[in-house]
C-alpha cells in the first residue's frame, strides 16, 4: 500500500476543515458570538525549525487535519472571558475570523513546537522495526498526542506556549483584558472593568465591556470551566 504525502506546512483548505467540524454545534462559542481563529498547534514554523518537517511528511503527518486544530479566541475580550490566552494572527489590525496569518506567534512558541517534535522517539530510519505502514501510524499517533500536549500547555501554562507577548493576563487570577481591545496598549496590572463578565446583556448592553471596548455581543454562556479542545 502507497502512503500518501503529508504536509508539514499550512495548506489553504485547513480553515474549512474545521469551520465545518462546528458548524452544527450550537454549543462552541464560535457560534454564540465569541471571536476565534483557528490555530496550528504543531506549527508550520515549528516543523521547519526542526529539521524534520519534509522526513515527518513522507510517512502521511498532515499539520492541517483536524487533530492539529483548534479554534482560539482572537479578541481580548473573548480570552478574557473564556479564561484562556488569545490568538492574534493580526497582532493589533483589524479582528478577522477567517483573514489572517497563523504562524505569527513569538518566536518561543515555534521554538518549543521544534523541540517538541525533536524530541519525540519517532520511527523514522530505515533501522527502526516494523514495515512503513506500521511505522507511519505510531508517527501519526505520537504527533497527535504532542498536539493534545501543547493545547494543554497554551491554556494551563501560557508561559511555555505563548501565543502573544500578554499571554499571561488571561489565565484564573490574570488581569484579563484590562478595559482594552488593543495587545499594544494592554495593561497586565490593570484589572477587567467587568470582572471579566462579557456576556452581552441586551437590557444593559454598556455592562459588557469597557469604556472605550467594541461591543461583541458575546452570548455563548459559561456553564463550567472553558476547554480547548483539538479538531473544535
Do not use: W
Not at 502512503?3 to 454545534?25: P, V
Amino acid at each position: 500500500m502507497v502512503i500518501t504525502q503529508g504536509n508539514s506546512a499550512k495548506d489553504s483548505k485547513y480553515l474549512k476543515r474545521i469551520k465545518d467540524a462546528i458548524e452544527h454545534d450550537e454549543t462552541h462559542p464560535r457560534n454564540n458570538g465569541v471571536k476565534m481563529q483557528a490555530h496550528h498547534i504543531i506549527s508550520g514554523e515549528g516543523m521547519r525549525l526542526s529539521g524534520m518537517g519534509k522526513k515527518i511528511q513522507k510517512f502521511g503527518y498532515d499539520i492541517n487535519l483536524l487533530p492539529n486544530l483548534s479554534f482560539i479566541p482572537c479578541t481580548l475580550q473573548g480570552a478574557c472571558y473564556l479564561g484562556v490566552q488569545p490568538h492574534r494572527g493580526n497582532h493589533d489590525a483589524k479582528i478577522d475570523q477567517d483573514n489572517y496569518v497563523d504562524d505569527r506567534e513569538p518566536v518561543s512558541y515555534h521554538e518549543m513546537v521544534a523541540i517538541a517534535i525533536q524530541s519525540l522517539d519517532l520511527p523514522m530510519s530505515k533501522d527502526c522495526p516494523g514495515d512503513k505502514l506500521s511505522k507511519q501510524q505510531k508517527i501519526i499517533e505520537e504527533l497527535d498526542r504532542l498536539s493534545k500536549k501543547i493545547l494543554n500547555l497554551i491554556q494551563m501554562k501560557p508561559a511555555e506556549a505563548p501565543l502573544t507577548k500578554i499571554a499571561l493576563s488571561f489565565g484564573k487570577n490574570g488581569s484579563g483584558c484590562s478595559g482594552t481591545d488593543s495587545v499594544v496598549t494592554h495593561r497586565k496590572d490593570q484589572p477587567c472593568p467587568v470582572d471579566r463578565h462579557h456576556l452581552h446583556d441586551p437590557d444593559k448592553p454598556d455592562k459588557s465591556q469597557g469604556k472605550g471596548q467594541k461591543t461583541e455581543r458575546i452570548t455563548y454562556v459559561l456553564s463550567e470551566k472553558f476547554r480547548l479542545r483539538v479538531g473544535r
